[in-house]
Nanobody
Framework: QVQLVESGGGLVQPGGSLRLSCAASGTVFSTGTIKAMYWYRQAPGRLRDLVATITRGGSTTYADSVKGRFTISRDDNRNTMYLQMNSLKPEDTAVYYC?????????WGQGTQVTVSS
């Protein structure tokens, strides 16, 4: 089993920035078995929405609502993926989840709360 541990959430004012981290157990980032990595978010009473994707080849895609403000990245040496969030808005408030889809696993992080409020 591949375990993902998230960190970096918290309370931030509109216009501020946060960086979320998602650390994987073992050394799966360096084994070449990861197909894609994802960040999702879920607001209270809402469905879980895909925010950003990075593929095995390094291609990235973003939801229109975060394009130009959020950046997904990975560091294979640290077995960690990141979501850099800039120019945060109140509507970005949600629980954020990381996910990795590999050749023999599909794992989710526990979620980390991001609250954007003045």
């Amino acid at each position: 089993q591949v375990q993902l541990v998230e960190s970096g959430g918290g309370l931030v004012q509109p216009g501020g920035s946060l960086r979320l981290s998602c650390a994987a157990s073992g050394t799966v980032f360096s084994t070449g078995t990861i197909k894609a990595m994802y960040w999702y978010r879920q607001a209270p009473g809402r469905l879980r929405d895909l925010v950003a994707t990075i593929t095995r080849g390094g291609s990235t895609t973003y939801a229109d609502s975060v394009k130009g403000r959020f950046t997904i990245s990975r560091d294979d040496n640290r077995n960690t993926m990141y979501l850099q969030m800039n120019s945060l808005k109140p509507e970005d408030t949600a629980v954020y989840y990381c996910r990795i889809s590999g050749d023999w696993y599909d794992s989710w992080g526990q979620g980390t709360q991001v609250t954007v409020s003045s």
